[in-house]
Each structure stands twice: as C-alpha cells, then as structure tokens.
C-alpha cells in the first residue's frame, strides 16, 4: 500500500476547511458523550481486512511453522504468563523476522498488508519512519504470533521494539486494539532533546501541553504530579482514585481540548479500532470520568513541557512517557475487571 501523503500547499483550501471542520465537530461529539463521526465507520467486514488476511495467512502455514507461531488462546508461557495479552516495550513473541526465509514470499506479503491495515493509511509514512529510525526499517525486528483458531476465537500479534499492534475481529471481549498495545519513537537515539525533534509521536504531547496552559492556577496545581508511575503500569486502579485533575472539574472549553487530544491518540489507527476505543471510553461514562496527570519529574531540559502524562479513567489507560524518549502503554476496555498481563 502507498503512503498517503497529505500536504496543506497543495491541498485545495475546501479541503484543509473540511479537514478542521472535522476534526473540531469530533472533539465536540467526544464531549457531548457521542461517537464522533471520524470513529463511526467499521473495516472489519472487508475481504481484505487484517482479519481475512490474517486467517488466509494461518490456512498457508505449514505443520512446521504453526508450531513455531501458533498457540492456543489462552496459552500460557512460563516466564511470560498469559502469552496473547502481554505487551511489552521491547519484545518478540516468537523469533522468526516477519521477512525472513521462514515465510514464503506471499506470506511475508500477507503479514504487510496486515500490519498495513491496523494502522490508518495516512499515518503510514510516519510509522514506517519510526521502524527505520528505532530497527532499521521494516522486517528488521519485527515478529508475529497467532493466537486460536480462524472461525473461533482468533487473534494477529505483532511485536518488536516500540511496538505491539493486534488484529482480533473482536474475539478478545471487552477491550479495544485487541488488548494492550504499545507504540514508541527514539528519533534521535535513546536519550532525546526537549521538544523531541523529528519523533512522529510528540505533536500528542504537544496537543496534551496546550491543555495544561488552559488550566488556571489552583487546577494546575492539582494536574501536577510529583511522581512518574513505573514504566509499564497500564493495568486499571480498583479503587478508583486516579491522579491529575478530574476532567468533570475543567470548563466546557478546556475539555473541547482534552477531546482534542483524544482524537490525536486514535488517529493513528484503522476506523474500526477507533470506534471501539470510543465505544469502550463510552461504556465508562466519557471523558468526564477520566483525570489528566502531568508529571514534573523527568521533565527534558526543565522548560516546562511535560514530556510525561496520563489519561486515565476507570477502565482506560493512555500512558505517554517522553523520557528518555517516547514509550505509550495503552489500555483500553469496556470493564475494570479486565485484567492486563504486563
């Protein structure tokens, strides 16, 4: 599939007017507790959705290479526990290279076209960006594993570094993206400067900043946090008490933002997806349920741009930590009882 670009000199000005109308009409939808439009429209029926893929890629297998890759739905690993739902920074699943000689040339064209279909064809360019700048390229680090069977329950994984995608066809009950995910950038090596220069995943954070400069003293006061969570805590808090400021306590406008950079953090991912997250984020009362952190510690350069921060709601998790550079741990369900093996 070809990157599309997108260029504002040479898109028509209706086109860039539409583009903000849109975007605008789905942070109010996401305010008022309603599915934006932008997250409406599902994919998964396609013949040539990842799930058809996927299940056309698990029929090709041979006897030998389903004993490396495949694994029953709840298989559990000795070290690793519950194998399909952990997710990880820096991991494989399984050790053959998704372009290496154990799959066939048409097989390591399906598993493209997968990868390709989780992520939204405007946000390819920036993806693969991120894979050449963290692994070399594509194929370099990446690996896949099947979970189930096609026709029952069923599930694509990918892993590598700075990144656990899924494909599921919503055989995982409860839970957006499949399960946990994760997606991060190391643009100019592990240790990264202020404003992260070329990281295709900082304008998320930038959005987030906007908001903090909305608050006013006293709310600014209760956004800030003093101490960072451990790097991969993404599972959800049973008491309920989530740190920042409640999003029911900010104006109408500073929510409008808030809603903003919701759309931000989906956008990189096919409508189906999106839809589900959205439908997850609804089935716990909204944004409104949800606090915003921001977190003072590890702030790059002392400038006050907090590189870390957290949306967090009952059953919903979007962790950006920016330091050294970017990891996001994300995980979202429809139910606080959704347990997460990380």
């Given at each position: 599939m070809t990157p599309i670009r997108i260029c504002r000199d040479c898109d028509?000005?209706?086109?860039?007017?539409?583009?903000?109308?849109?975007?605008?009409?789905?942070?109010?939808?996401?305010?008022?507790?309603?599915?934006?439009?932008?997250?409406?429209?599902?994919?998964?029926?396609?013949?040539?959705?990842?799930e058809s893929i996927s299940q056309t890629l698990y029929e090709s297998l041979k006897p030998e290479q389903r004993k490396v890759i495949c694994f029953d739905w709840d298989h559990m690993d000795k070290e690793r526990?519950?194998?399909?739902?952990?997710?990880?920074?820096?991991?494989?699943?399984?050790e053959p290279n998704v372009t290496g000689e154990f799959y066939?040339?048409?097989q390591q064209a399906m598993i493209r076209q997968i990868f390709e279909g989780i992520i939204h064809p405007e946000w390819h360019e920036r993806i693969y960006k991120q894979l050449e700048d963290d692994a070399g390229g594509y194929g370099n680090e990446q690996s896949i594993?099947?979970?189930?069977?096609?026709?029952?329950k069923f599930e694509f994984v990918m892993t590598g570094r700075h990144m656990t995608i899924r494909a599921d066809g919503n055989s995982a009950e409860h839970v957006a993206f499949g399960g946990p995910i994760f997606y991060g950038h190391a643009a100019q090596?592990?240790?990264?400067?202020?404003?992260?220069?070329?990281?295709?995943?900082?304008?998320?954070?930038?959005?987030a900043n906007?908001?903090?400069?909305?608050?006013?003293?006293?709310?600014?006061?209760?956004?800030?946090?003093?101490?960072?969570?451990?790097?991969?805590?993404?599972?959800?808090?049973?008491?309920?008490?989530?740190?920042g400021i409640p999003l029911s306590e900010?104006?109408?406008?500073?929510?409008?933002?808030?809603?903003?950079?919701?759309t931000k953090l989906v956008e990189p991912y096919r409508p189906s997806d999106r839809q589900e997250a959205m439908k997850c984020l609804e089935s716990q009362g909204g944004l409104e349920k949800c606090s915003l952190a921001f977190y003072s510690d590890q702030d790059l350069g002392n400038d006050k741009?907090?590189?870390?921060?957290?949306?967090?709601?009952?059953?919903?998790?979007?962790?950006?930590?920016?330091?050294?550079?970017?990891?996001?741990?994300v995980n979202v369900a429809d139910d606080p009882s959704v347990k997460l093996n990380a």
């Open positions: 028509s000005p209706a086109d860039v007017s539409r583009r903000e109308f849109l975007r605008t009409a789905g942070a109010a939808a996401l305010v008022a507790g309603t599915t934006p439009l932008w997250a409406q429209a599902a994919d998964t029926s396609s013949a040539g959705s990842p526990g519950l194998l399909r739902t952990r997710v990880a920074n820096n991991w494989n699943i399984t066939s040339k048409d594993a099947l979970f189930g069977k096609p026709g029952e090596g592990f240790n990264e400067e202020p404003n992260h220069p070329g990281n295709v995943f900082w304008p998320q954070a930038v959005a906007k908001v903090f400069e909305m608050l006013d003293g006293k709310q600014r006061e209760k956004a800030l946090v003093a101490k960072l969570p451990r790097e991969q805590a993404s599972g959800f808090r049973a008491d309920g008490m989530f740190p900010m104006t109408s406008d500073q929510r409008m933002l808030v809603a903003e950079v919701m741009i907090w590189d870390c921060w957290r949306l967090e709601g009952p059953s919903f998790v979007w962790y950006f930590r920016g330091s050294p550079h970017v990891h996001v741990w």
